[in-house]
Nanobody
Framework: QVQLVESGGGLVQPGGSLRLSCAASGSSITVYVMGWYRQAPGKQRELVAHMVNGGSTTYVDFAKGRFTISRDNAKNTVYLQMNSLKPEDTAVYHC????????????WGQGTQVTVSS
């Protein structure tokens, strides 16, 4: 059974930083894509950033220059380093992965709350 386990959310002041982690686990899995979405209260879930196996990354505009996605392929873990956080970054951040086990399917983590407030 494939699982995504997130960690690293919390409360931070505006201008601060947080680092989110998400580890994928399961038997004989092949991870194709890992990334992060977020959902703020009353809003739809939106993409933050993702990284494919070759290392290519995609960031949405609000993440460019402030957020950095990285992966440790040996650990099937994706990270999201978030700097210069703003109150509007407050949301539940969900890890996402497309994993073959053996056939490709999409998986979601349970979400981790990020609150940016003074």
């Amino acid at each position: 059974q494939v699982q995504l386990v997130e960690s690293g959310g919390g409360l931070v002041q505006p201008g601060g930083s947080l680092r989110l982690s998400c580890a994928a686990s399961g038997s004989s899995i092949t991870v194709y894509v890992m990334g992060w979405y977020r959902q703020a209260p009353g809003k739809q879930r939106e993409l933050v950033a993702h990284m494919v196996n070759g290392g290519s990354t995609t960031y949405v505009d609000f993440a460019k220059g402030r957020f950095t996605i990285s992966r440790d392929n040996a650990k099937n873990t994706v990270y999201l380093q978030m700097n210069s956080l703003k109150p509007e970054d407050t949301a539940v951040y969900h890890c996402y992965a497309r994993i073959g086990s053996p056939w490709p399917s999409d998986y979601w983590g349970q979400g981790t709350q990020v609150t940016v407030s003074s």
